[in-house]
Every structure is written in structure tokens, then in C-alpha cells.
């Protein structure tokens, strides 16, 4: 009996502490007992107001993670009466704050300052900012301070956005499935809305909050005109008061026929003036619904989306269209740049720059050109786009994918983070060296518009949110950057790290280094040496270099490489298409010329012999191999390595993470044995000593196919 009730007690503490994912970084579990006291004393209460539901929100955070880190219950004051005080407010909010007159200008509405100071003679900490939704930032950076065991007794902490709008796109369809998601269902159960509210909205919201982002576009681009009608407002409009207090405005996806669609109307030309009475009274809606609705975001004439040029008018017509609409509520435009047409026999690569640039100038004030990082679509490796820097009277808003469309789906390892610096780091030469992707978006190289950064999200209805545990650093790396582009990848991921696993250095160090190393895993493995897009057509499952004869030429992989007997590469200097060209004169000539191109471009502005020599000595074809293998060697010492922390993480996540390893271990070996054979069967050369063969021949690799591969919504 005795014995019973053990095992029932052991069992109801281990699922109280089940360690599923779900508390995401914010899990605020028991600190190491080398900072434990020092922490009790510098955070023993709190002295905060709860006069607004942001108060109220910023407050309770703070208890939470106080109680769990500190592993006690800590006060509430309602005066500082002694050391350890966390005081937080605005000047109009908290006595305290206001007396303190601390250097506030400067820090808009979103920033804040975190600070020692002596309040009555007691040290206390200070989080203070010109708004409420500032001390929630504030207050969660505080938190990221004790989680991470860096607090201290002089705490100088000054923070603002980079970036005004940070912001989550969710490819999200109104039957709950979700393009390009990987992990589950979409988070809004539009059927249950508005009436239940599921708690897991306010948990996304926390969570968002915790990393700055202010912004949720709630459904896919390839929008539904339904999402526009006043029984999916209402719903919106719900969603929208439970993110209001922590910051997130909504925005939605509109459809451009949506006139047509559910307006009546024979047209939507965007000239046409009943059209723009339709979009100004739908506008004039949705603010009577939510009257802190961000914007519109627009994929048109892209991928068979309708869109202006249905009408002979430009891009700019459709979007001037919509921002007239939405000036008058303060609204903002996102409109996309990722266009191409089948029709246009060119290099899809050049289309966007073509289509967009003559417009410089032509938007609105309150329109945001939306351009993905590279000029492709996603892959696991671009150039720049070269957009950026080239429409400098155009505000341009980084678009990446967070969800891993092109880069294992959810259960390969990789980290973003340095995919999205090494964009942002790019120079772009547009006013000279220094003129960094950054300083494009942040509006200081060229005009001082709306700035944003857009993430592709990848969260959904599974318990840990993002479809495996090491995806969670990707939701919190692009909201990072979102705030500061300059941060560093490294950086970030040994905050997330210490946050979501341990602060063991022998745990943070290793796994650390392994998320830096794992995105330039995948590249070896799926796409070296600047190949891109041989994932399999529609689903972007699997290699399938071989792919060929589809409706579009340029959603087929030999579209991508153009590899035959003789060579391989997209050859976009002059020439060839010269998209090389679209750059900088500076940048152009690096990438043009074949001694001065980065390796990892080669092939994506160059078509070359497969005897061509690498500056390494090794014949093209040589390296091309061996990167192959490289990727694959890169998965296993991850693997091994994740081994090697068994017992120093709970065992719950540790199984998931090893046997999703595991899966990676395998895909990569298929991807690495399918390109070489595929290859191979046209460079007829044999493979470089010691690489071995692929374990199947070529017509396995072709034979298959995956019919139910996630995310391939259309
Ligand atoms: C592609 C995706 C497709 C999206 C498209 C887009 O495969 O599902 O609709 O991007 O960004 O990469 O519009």
C-alpha cells in the first residue's frame, strides 16, 4: 500500500514537471544553487502596478518566473521597504519611477531601461519604460537576465526596436491546416471562435511578447476572401483582444478578388472606383472590430493569385488601392514581392527586381514591400536579394521562413540564426561598403519609413508548438533579431539554450556549437556549393534533383541546376541571364568573377565543367562529393554529441531530440546517396577514393514518391 502511494506521488510530481516542450524558454525551473541566494536577495518582491491588463500581464509574469526560479513564493509590495526590491512602471504609472527621473527619451513607447538604483535608501532594480508594453519587455529581459544567471548588483540595461513591425506570418487555412506547417493543426480552432477562447492563445501571446514580436498576420497568403466576411471578423476580433495587452496587433491576409468574392462586384480592378469603395467600408469594418488592426498583408499576381495585373495596372495601383483604405485608421500595407509568372521564360531568379524596381517611389507612405531574404524562395542557401538597396524610396520589410519548408521539415536539427545574420550582415553596396541588408531595413541607410521583419511562422497545435524542441530556437531567434538584426546567432542561441535546457556549461557549450554548425549541415547535405531546389516538386520532401516536365519549368529541380554530361550550375553571369547584374557594381563583379566568388555561390551564379578546378585543387565533381559526405558526418557528431547528454537533460526531450537525430542521420544519408547517384549518372565520373558508394541504385531514389508529405496544403 505504502508502496502505492509512492509510485502515485513519484507519478503525479513527474507529470506536474513533464517536460513536453510546451513551457517553450520560458519555463522557469529551480536556478543553480551557486546563484540561488545571491538571486533571493537581489529579487525578494516585487512593487509593480496592476491598473491595466499590460500591467496586470507584466506583473504576473514576473511572480511566475520569480516563484519558479527562485524556487519560493516572492512578495508583493506595495512599498520599498527594503533591499530587494524589482520595482517596475512608467513615470505615470509608479511614484517610484517617476521620482527617479530616469533618462527616458529616446526609448519610445517600446523600449525601457533596466537599472540598479537606490529607491528610500534600499537597492532595488528598476524596470522602467515610457509605456506599459515597455515594462513588459522590460520585464520578460529581466527575467531572461535570472534565467540565464546574469544578473548582478549593477544592472545598466538600455533597449529599443531596431525594427517597428515584428511580425509573425501564420500560413494558416480556415479548415485549421496549415501550408508549410509541420507541426499540427493551426492554432486557431476558427469553429470554437470567438465563444472559447483557448488559454493556449494567451500562452502564443506570452511567448511572442517574451521576444518583442508585436505582430500576427492570422492567415495564409494564399488567402481565403472568407477571412474578410464579418463572421471570421468576429473571430479575429476575439484573438485580437486576447494578444491587445501584450502587444500584438492583428493583421490579415485579404485576397485581392475579395470584391468579387464576396462583395458582388464584376470586378476588382483597383482603379475602379466601386472597388475602392468596397475595400475602404471593408476596412472601415474591420477597424469598427478591431481598432487596432495592423494592416493588410497581400500576395498577388503570384503563383496564380489574383492581383492588379489582371487589370493592366501595377503593383503599385493594387497597393496604393488598399493603403488609401487604411491611411485613414493608421493601417499599413505589407505588400509581397514574391512574384514570378511561368510565363516569363527568364530567369525566375531576376523576376521581382525586374517587376519592382521601375515602382520606386510610387507606393504610398504607408505601404512595406515585403521581400524574401533571397531571390528564390527559402532554400537552405541564397544571395541576398537584390532588392535590397535597390529601391531606396521604398520601405522593404525582411521576409524569412521560420517553418523549415526547404530544410527538413520539423525533425532535421537546424538553427536559423546564422541563415538570418549572414542576410542581414550581407553588404549590399548600395551607398558604399557598410551599406549592410540591416541598415536597408532599419531605414537608416536610405529612407526613415515603417520598418518591419516578417517570419513565416512554424507554430501550430502540437504540445511543444513548433513540431520538435530544437525549432523552438527558431521562433525565438527570428523574434531576436526582429528586435536588434544585428544580434548574433551565437549569442541568441546560449540565452535559448540556457533557458530551454541548462545552464551547465557542459551542456550549453556542446549543444550550442552544434546549432551553429547545423544549418551549414543541411546545406552540405540537401544543396552545396550554391545548388538549390532539388527537393521533390510540391511537397519539398527528399531530394529529387531528377524532377522534370512539370506545369511550370521553374518548379522543377533541373530548372535549378541544369546539370548534363558536361557541367553543372545556373550560369547568371553575362553570359547567361545576368541576374548577376541586379547587384551593386561591386557585388556584382565579386559574384561575376570566378576567382573572387564565395564557394558557397558557386553554382548559383555559375555554370561550370565537372572537371572545373576548386581553389582547393579538386576537380568540382570531387567537391561536390565530398561536401555530400561532410553534410552527413556533421549529422552523425551531432547525434553523438546529443548522446553524449544523456542524464544531463530530462528524458523526455532528450529521447525526442535523439530519435529525431536519428531520422536526420537517415534523410541526410538519402539526400547525400540520391544526389550522388543522380549525379553521378550524368558526370559519368567515378567517385573520389574513399567516398562510398550510395547504398541503392539511382531508380530506387526515383521510384519513390510521398503523396501524404506535411504541409503541401494546395
Ligand atoms: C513557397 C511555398 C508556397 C508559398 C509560397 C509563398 O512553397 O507554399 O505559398 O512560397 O511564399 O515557398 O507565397
Known sequence: MTCLLAVALLMSVQSAHAEDGYDLWLRYRSLPATVLPAYRALARGVLAPAETATQRAARDELLRGLEGLLDQGPERLDAVKAGGAIVVGTPASSPDIATLKLPLEGLGREGYLIRSAKIDGHAAIVVAANDDIGTLYGVFHLLRLLQTTQLSQTLAVRERPDL??????????????????????????????????????????????????????????????????????????????????????????????????????????????????????????????????????????????????????????????????????????????????????????????????????????????????????????????????????????????????????????????????ETLRADTYAQGRGSTVARVIDGSLQQAGISGMAGVANVGSDRNWTGSQFDQANWYVFGRMAWNPMADARQVADDWVRMTFSNAPQVVQPVVSMMMRSREAAVDYMTPLGLAHLMGRGHHYGPAPWDAGSERPDWDPVYYHRADARGIGFDRTASGSNAVAQYAAPVARRFADLSQVPEQYLLWFHHLPWDYRMRSGQ??????????????DEVKAMRATWASLSGQIDPQRHDEVAAFLAIQQREAMWWRDACVAYFQSLSQRPLPPGEPAPSHPLSYYTSLSFPFAPGNTQ
Open 619 to 632: 576537380t568540382l565533381w570531387a567537391a561536390l562529393v565530398q561536401r555530400y559526405g561532410h553534410g552527413v
Open 164 to 421: 517597428q513591425l515584428r511580425v509573425l506570418d501564420h500560413w494558416d487555412n480556415l479548415d485549421r491546416s496549415v501550408e508549410r506547417g509541420y507541426a499540427g493543426q493551426s492554432l486557431w480552432d476558427w469553429q470554437k471562435l470567438p465563444d472559447w477562447l483557448d488559454p493556449r492563445y494567451t500562452d502564443y501571446a506570452r511567448a511572442n511578447a517574451s521576444i518583442g514580436i508585436n505582430g500576427a498576420v492570422l492567415n495564409n497568403v494564399n488567402a481565403s476572401a472568407q477571412s474578410l466576411t464579418p463572421q471570421y471578423l468576429a473571430k479575429a476580433a476575439a484573438l485580437a483582444r486576447v494578444m491587445r495587452p501584450y502587444g500584438i496587433r492583428i493583421y490579415l491576409s485579404a485576397r485581392f478578388s475579395a470584391p468579387m468574392e464576396i462583395g458582388g462586384l464584376t470586378t476588382a480592378d483597383p482603379l475602379d472606383p466601386q472597388v475602392r469603395r468596397w475595400w475602404r467600408d471593408k476596412v472601415s469594418a474591420i477597424y469598427r472590430a478591431i481598432p487596432d488592426f495592423g494592416g493588410l498583408l497581400v500576395k498577388a499576381n503570384s503563383e496564380g493569385q489574383p492581383g492588379p495585373q489582371d487589370y493592366g495596372r501595377s503593383h503599385a495601383d493594387g497597393a496604393n488601392m488598399l493603403a488609401d483604405a487604411l491611411a485613414p485608421h493608421h493601417g499599413v500595407v505589407m505588400w509581397r514581392a514574391f512574384v514570378y509568372a511561368h510565363e516569363d521564360a527568364g530567369d525566375r531568379a531576376k523576376q521581382a527586381y525586374d517587376e519592382f524596381v521601375p515602382l520606386d517611389g510610387e507606393f504610398r507612405r504607408n505601404v512595406l514591400l515585403q521581400v524574401k531574404n533571397g531571390p528564390i524562395d527559402f532554400q537552405p542557401r541564397e544571395p541576398f536579394h537584390p532588392l535590397f538597396g535597390a529601391m531606396p524610396r521604398t520601405p522593404l520589410m525582411m521576409e524569412f521562413q521560420i517553418t523549415k519548408e526547404y530544410l527538413g521539415f520539423a525533425t532535421h536539427l537546424v538553427y536559423l540564426g546564422p541563415l538570418y545574420q
